[in-house]
């Protein structure tokens, strides 16, 4: 499985923008797919990840974003709203996690997409 992420840019806080995740391979359809981010000097973090239909976001994004995938097109979204300037880093998409879904501990990852948001 391929994974590639894209629809980064840099937005002003308060702002949206739609992350995808585009696969390759049949077999993407039944994995969960995860989205972390790293900033500047910090570790990975877990931002939301779908598995079974079923949602997880962290803290710090409930309410503000919203992961969804569309089967057909092998994609899995995230649609980020009220954007601040601390969501600012490079997002990665994964694919088929272990036990847990906010962990990193997926099989496959893409290249990442820089988000930058301005205050």
Do not use: H
């Not at 995740?21 to 779908?50: D, H, M, N, T």
């Amino acid at each position: 499985v391929q994974l590639q992420a894209s629809g980064g840019g840099l937005v002003q806080a308060g702002a949206s923008l739609r992350l995808s995740c585009a696969a390759s391979g049949r077999a993407f359809r039944s994995y969960s797919v995860g989205w972390f981010r790293q900033a500047p000097g910090k570790l990975r973090e877990f931002v939301s990840a779908i598995r079974w239909g079923v949602e997880y976001y962290a803290d710090s994004v409930k309410g503000r974003f919203t992961i969804s995938r569309d089967n057909a097109k092998n994609t899995v979204y995230l649609q980020m709203n009220d954007l601040k300037p601390e969501d600012t880093g490079v997002y990665y998409c994964a694919a088929q996690a272990g036990s847990s879904v906010t962990t990193d501990n997926y099989g496959y990852w893409g290249q990442g997409t820089q988000v930058t948001v301005s205050s």
